[in-house]
């Protein structure tokens, strides 16, 4: 069982910003895609950004250029810089792995918290 540890996470105020960090116990290289997902009191997990092997990206609408997923492969560890952070990108922030690309993601971490003040 892969356990994925997340980092990073803390209390900021509007405009401000955090970099959350992934850490992989072995290669990341065997995942087909890492991704980071939040969620929010109440409602559900949302996927937030992902990242290829191949470092193809893609984000959610609403963090699409504030938001940066990145990796470091020797490392073994996922990047997620966030700027110009807003009170409704406060939320839980897990990261997940998948193996395959078309499986669904099998490998998840405990989650950082992520509090953005008004």
Known sequence: QVQLVESGGGLVQTGGSLRLSCAAPG????????????????????LVASITSRRNTNYKDS???????????AKNTVYLQMNNLKPEDTGAYYCAAKP??????????QGTQVTVSS
């Open 27 to 46: 290669s990341i290289l065997s995942f087909s895609a890492m991704s980071w997902y939040r969620q929010a009191q109440g409602k559900q997990r949302e």
């Open 63 to 73: 963090v699409e250029g504030r938001f940066t997923i990145s990796r470091d492969n």
């Open 100 to 109: 395959h690309v078309w499986g669904a993601y099998t490998y998840w971490g």
